[in-house]
C-alpha cells in the first residue's frame, strides 16, 4: 500500500526536504520551486507549492 502525496504549501520559493525524517526519511535535498511556483521531491514525491500571495525571493548574484 502506498501512501498518498502530500501537497505543502510553503511561503518561499526555495524549499529543504528530507522525507519528514526517522525510518522513511530521505538525504536532505534542497529544491527551488521556479517558474511554475511548485516543485516534486525526487526521492519522495512530495509537492512544494508556493501559497497565494507569496511574494518569491529574488536572487542577488
Known sequence: MTEPFETITVDTDRVACDGGGGPLGHPKVYLNLGAEH?????????????????????HAH
Open 38 to 58: 511548485r516543485v516534486e521531491c525526487p526521492y519522495c514525491s512530495r509537492l512544494y507549492v508556493l501559497r497565494e500571495g507569496a511574494r518569491p525571493h529574488e
